[in-house]
């Protein structure tokens, strides 16, 4: 007889990823400090709704590498698409005394300066995206989550124009990220 609850919906929505837990068990076998190992199988879990799995995987993959930004921002990322803002803001805050790379630095600064201007808290998520443009200027996403959600919503037009633009010259990688670039560069008549 199937389960129609909560375990029944899960086994469904889980029974594709078999096989990559198993790699990231076996990865994670043969050296449990590979940081990058254990973030991919934390997002992995994370996917699939295991939420208590993904904080294990991503604390164990923060103490083999405390200075591992991607890891941090994916962790502080889903506590915040979980209603944990707190807790994202505090693994934020956590890496930024810890993380030294001027990418890396840069990548939990715009990440903490989306959280702050999702809060409304227009000035201090200002102060971490120019921060993290000062770091890594060449962030296209970063030029665009300033100008989205800081400048617009702060009634700075032309300023919020420049850095679209910019985004786009930037020729951001992954077409989603262009096309979301365009698509307000039209819609601001920019």
């Known amino acids: 007889m199937l389960q129609s609850g909560r375990r029944g919906r899960s086994w469904r929505r889980s029974r594709g990823t078999w096989p990559q837990r198993a790699l990231f068990r076996r990865a994670s076998q043969a050296d449990a400090k590979h940081a990058p190992a254990l973030q991919a199988w934390a997002l992995l879990e994370k996917e699939q709704g295991n939420l208590a799995e993904a904080r294990e995987l991503f604390r164990r993959a923060s103490q083999a590498d405390p200075k591992n930004a991607p890891t941090l921002q994916a962790w502080a990322v889903m506590e915040k698409e979980d209603g944990n803002v707190e807790a994202a803001q505090r693994l934020l805050e956590h890496g930024l005394e810890r993380v030294t790379h ?22 201090e998520a200002e102060t971490h995206f120019r921060q993290a443009l000062d770091l890594h200027e060449k962030d296209p996403l970063t030029h665009y989550h300033f100008a989205v959600q800081v400048l617009l919503p702060t009634g700075r037009r032309e300023e919020a124009c420049a850095h679209l633009r910019r ?9 989603r990220d262009r096309a979301r670039i365009e698509q307000a560069l039209q819609k601001n008549a920019c």
Do not use: F, V
């Open 167 to 175: 985004a786009l010259e930037l020729n951001p990688r992954k077409p």
């Open 102 to 123: 001027p990418r890396g630095r840069a990548l939990l600064l715009s990440t903490l300066g989306s959280l702050l201007a999702e809060q409304r808290r227009y000035q």
